[in-house]
């Protein structure tokens, strides 16, 4: 096999960047106090060095939100098909069962959450795998194992470990994940499968390439704003539903929140990757091309298409 690609790292900071900025409903939320949420009691961090909480907490943390409260669950699910620009008829029948698991076999591997949702003869509707970071990067680990009682080493690559030797037989998680997506859509081919990684900073740069399956890269702030919508425009929200999002939006603020990505409404999606790097491929000719086609239009807009506004447009992006 030859060597896996490797992910080019964001160096960003290891600690939780202080929070500042505030959003025009915080307030009146009346989020609760850190020494006082209950998530941040449960996922405590012994070592305040390592900087974030764990990640397998993080997802218990969200498993519980989706089961325990509907009005959080069917408004999340929404909010991710949207992103994914996908169908979400599936939730308009009281017949269609919600399952919410963590820790579900990808063969050798597991995910960290998942949403499947089957129709009443049990014939598989959605299939969403969600991937789920509080601070570092992919690991590596060997291909997918045929069998479960083979054992495999993997290595965690923090945001910023460039320096770390790989085995040739190594690959970045998402691959496996995503040729198990495959395989289940083989298997189901009118059900809508993907893939969602949700973390700290979008990690759509980080993803590897030769994906198959449909992926999307959603941050915690991103779901900070979704169920803060949820609660400050549902006058019908009921007091433990509530009281649920209250907790997980007060364990994001202290923890999994950017103050960055309050200020940017640009998302970067894996398709935008993929155009960019199209476009690098073109170089000089890309220019000459853009010249040419302004060039056409001289006899429309003179004015605007003088000799030097190709490069001025060029350069703007």
């Known amino acids: 096999m030859g060597t896996p690609h490797r992910i080019e790292h964001i160096n960003l900071p290891q600690m939780i960047i202080p929070l500042t900025g505030r959003t025009e409903w915080e307030d009146t939320v009346n989020l609760p106090v850190p020494a006082n949420n209950i998530f941040q009691r449960i996922i405590r961090r012994p070592n305040p060095s390592i900087g974030r909480p764990k990640e ?22 929404t909010w991710l098909a949207e992103i994914a620009r996908t169908s979400i008829d599936f939730l308009n029948s009281d017949d269609n069962t919600i399952r919410i698991i963590t820790e579900g076999p ?62 040739p037989d190594q690959v970045n998680q998402i691959i496996n994940y995503d040729n198990w997506l495959a395989g289940q859509s083989r298997l189901n081919e009118d059900a809508d499968i993907r893939g969602f990684v949700l973390a700290v900073d979008n990690l759509s740069l980080n993803m590897p390439e030769g994906l ?7 941050t915690w702030t991103q779901l900070w704003l979704c169920i803060g919508r949820l609660i400050t ?15 997980v939006l007060g364990f994001i603020r202290e923890n ?13 999606e894996i398709d935008d990757i993929s155009l960019m790097k199209a476009m ?14 302004l060039k056409s239009f001289t006899p429309l807009f003179p004015s605007f298409c003088d000799e030097g506004m190709a490069t001025k447009l060029h350069g703007q992006y």
């Open 56 to 77: 397998r907490e993080c997802a218990e943390m969200l498993c519980s939100l989706l089961l325990n409260s509907k009005e959080a669950k069917e408004t999340i699910i």
């Open 106 to 167: 990808v063969g050798t591997k597991r995910d960290d959450l998942r949403i499947e949702i089957s129709d009443d003869p049990g014939n598989l509707i959605c299939l969403w795998t969600i991937e789920i970071k509080s601070g570092a990067s992919f690991h590596y680990s060997s291909r997918q194992l045929l069998s479960d009682d083979e054992s495999e080493d993997e290595i965690d690559l923090e945001l910023g470990d460039d320096d770390i030797e790989l085995e």
């Open 212 to 218: 198959t399956s449909p992926w999307n890269c959603i």
């Open 233 to 247: 425009s549902s006058a019908g929200l009921k007091e433990t539903d509530r009281f649920l999002c209250r907790h």
């Open 256 to 268: 999994l929140w950017r103050k960055k990505q309050m200020e940017n409404n640009n998302r970067i």
């Open 280 to 293: 690098g491929t073109l170089g000089a000719d890309f220019d000459a091309k853009l010249h040419g086609i």
